[in-house]
């Protein structure tokens, strides 16, 4: 019997019996409301998390004993929630950063930049925004060296926003490493920033050439301002984009709120040079969600997002889609009992994702909740070929080597040298081939 009429019948069962690591994308296993807000004492309407160990800090944007805000932390499975800090009247925290055993953030309305430890102990106003250098702060921050960056929706000269700089001690204030002009550079960046070398990476929820936002590059010391992209609010666009980009290599991803196709947002790519922008998926407002604002996560090759709209119960989805705009999927649809309106940036550790909701939960306030993810396996295909007196062998799924043996009933399996083509002859000792990985 011919080599390849061999490979031909045992082709199924021995690639039923490998063992694959996992592909992308992922689907939901497991979801579970951590916590739900009550208002007071432990806040509502919560921003974000970030993980340190098995703790998750966040804020609450609103509540606590003063009504404006709180920072608090609670266990990944739920336990120990405390309120590390309720702000005074007028406050508004927005997402925080982790470093060592502090918690950086900024507030919306108090117009200031805070510390404080992740006891709670230390609670520090660093400094405050006096117009000119920027006001109302809404995104993260980022750190680099002893510097924090960050984005201020508003300043007191044009009301267009910056971006600004501020000492981890809070000397010499905030200065502004750029200030917009409204026109084609943006107006109005609301998102936290993300740095590759010496460059910062951001969008502006409005402005640039269409008056629908911009994706743009300044460098740390504040020269070489560039406008990557500018929105375009049409079909194959989008348009006011508020959330953090996320980086792979040269090209940017993030989501903008509106337009699209159907009009309730896309995830889009960009080049760092402005070059290759695309629209990776467009939103229907139906069971796939609309209307995306927070940053995305990217694992591999997959990227995981939220949509504060639609689904079943138009209470908001989670996502994730192939960087290239392949394999889209439902991986939650929120119900309002487990929350409502995702709003904020999750993060991810292993297999699972953490995140906030804006409202839902069991009094409406929002929650804090962990998502499971179970992978789906691919079954790489082996193609068998003919070529004169050879046979070639092909795959497409990388990372598998192609392994022979002579007999199945004590077989040793040897790796035959080739990426993903590997040409045998036909004569010989008839051999038995799988797929290894």
């Not at 050879?390 to 990426?419: D, H, K, M, R, Y």
């Given at each position: 019997?011919?080599?390849?009429?061999?490979?031909?019948?045992?082709?199924?069962?021995?690639?039923?019996?490998?063992?694959?690591?996992?592909?992308?994308?992922?689907?939901?296993?497991?979801?579970?409301?951590?916590?739900?807000?009550?208002?007071?004492?432990?806040?509502?309407?919560?921003?974000?998390?970030?993980?340190?160990?098995?703790?998750?800090?966040?804020?609450?944007?609103?509540?606590?004993?003063?009504?404006?805000?709180?920072?608090?932390?609670?266990?990944?499975?739920?336990?120990?929630?405390?309120?590390?800090?309720?702000?005074?009247?007028?406050?508004?925290?927005?997402?925080?950063?982790?470093?060592?055993?502090?918690?950086?953030?900024?507030?919306?309305?108090?117009?200031?930049?805070?510390?404080?430890?992740?006891?709670?102990?230390?609670?520090?106003?660093?400094?405050?925004?006096?117009?000119?250098?920027?006001?109302?702060?809404?995104?993260?921050?980022?750190?680099?060296?002893?510097?924090?960056?960050?984005?201020?929706?508003?300043?007191?000269?044009?009301?267009?926003?910056?971006?600004?700089?501020?000492?981890?001690?809070?000397?010499?204030?905030?200065?502004?490493?750029?200030?917009?002009?409204?026109?084609?550079?943006?107006?109005?960046?609301?998102?936290?920033?993300?740095?590759?070398?010496?460059?910062?990476?951001?969008?502006?929820?409005?402005?640039?050439?269409?008056?629908?936002?911009?994706?743009?590059?300044?460098?740390?010391?504040?020269?070489?301002?560039?406008?990557?992209?500018?929105?375009?609010?049409?079909?194959?666009?989008?348009?006011?984009?508020?959330?953090?980009?996320?980086?792979?290599?040269?090209?940017?991803?993030?989501?903008?709120?509106?337009?699209?196709?159907?009009?309730?947002?896309?995830?889009?790519?960009?080049?760092?040079?402005?070059?290759?922008?695309?629209?990776?998926?467009?939103?229907?407002?139906?069971?796939?969600?609309?209307?995306?604002?927070?940053?995305?996560?990217?694992?591999g090759s997959t990227l995981y997002g939220t949509a504060q709209y639609g689904g079943s119960s138009e209470d908001g989805t989670v996502f994730a889609v192939s960087t290239n705009g392949t394999g889209f999927t439902i991986l939650h649809t929120f119900g309002g009992s487990d929350g409502a309106s995702p709003g904020s940036s999750m993060i991810l550790l292993g297999n699972i994702l953490y995140g906030t909701t804006g409202g839902g939960g069991s009094a409406g306030d929002g929650t804090v909740f962990s998502l499971s993810l179970v992978p789906v396996v691919?079954?790489?295909?082996?193609?068998?070929?003919?070529?004169?007196?050879?046979?070639?062998?092909?795959?497409?799924?990388?990372?598998?080597?192609?392994?022979?043996?002579?007999?199945?009933?004590?077989?040793?399996?040897?790796?035959?040298?080739?990426?993903?083509?590997?040409?045998?002859?036909?004569?010989?000792?008839?051999?038995?081939?799988?797929?290894?990985?």
């Open positions: 019997m011919k080599t390849n009429i061999k490979i031909r019948f045992l082709l199924p069962t021995l690639i039923a019996a490998l063992n694959l690591l996992p592909a992308r994308p992922a689907a939901a296993q497991t979801f579970k409301t951590l916590h739900s807000f009550t208002n007071n004492p432990d806040g509502y309407r919560p921003v974000a998390v970030i993980l340190s160990g098995d703790r998750l800090y966040g804020t609450a944007s609103s509540g606590g004993t003063n009504g404006s805000g709180t920072v608090f932390a609670l266990n990944t499975d739920g336990s120990g929630y405390t309120n590390l800090h309720s702000f005074a009247r007028g406050s508004s925290p927005n997402a925080v950063l982790l470093v060592g055993n502090t918690l950086y953030g900024t507030t919306y309305a108090g117009n200031t930049v805070f510390a404080i430890n992740t006891n709670g102990t230390g609670f520090t106003n660093l400094t405050s925004f006096s117009g000119a250098n920027g006001a109302y702060p809404e995104g993260s921050l980022l750190l680099s060296g002893n510097t924090l960056y960050g984005t201020a929706s508003q300043d007191g000269s044009g009301y267009y926003g910056t971006v600004f700089a501020v000492n981890t001690s809070g000397t010499g204030g905030v200065s502004a490493v750029y200030s917009f002009t409204g026109g084609v550079d943006g107006n109005g960046p609301v998102a936290g920033l993300i740095l590759l070398g010496n460059t910062l990476y951001g969008t502006a929820y409005n402005g640039g050439s269409e008056g629908a936002g911009t994706v743009f590059g300044v460098n740390t010391d504040s020269t070489d301002f560039t406008n990557l992209h500018s929105f375009a609010s049409i079909p194959n666009d989008g348009y006011w984009p508020q959330g953090k980009l996320v980086l792979s290599g040269n090209t940017l991803y993030g989501t903008a709120q509106y337009g699209g196709t159907s009009d309730y947002g896309t995830v889009f790519a960009v080049n760092t040079d402005g070059t290759g922008f695309t629209n990776l998926y467009n939103f229907t407002g139906g069971n796939d969600g609309g209307y995306p604002k927070a940053e995305l996560i990217l694992s691919s079954t790489p295909q082996l193609a068998i070929n003919l070529s004169g007196t050879n046979v070639i062998l092909t795959w497409s799924e990388p990372g598998f080597t192609l392994q022979s043996a002579t007999n199945l009933a004590a077989p040793v399996w040897t790796t035959i040298s080739g990426q993903n083509t590997v040409t045998n002859p036909l004569s010989g000792t008839q051999k038995f081939y799988r797929l290894s990985q």
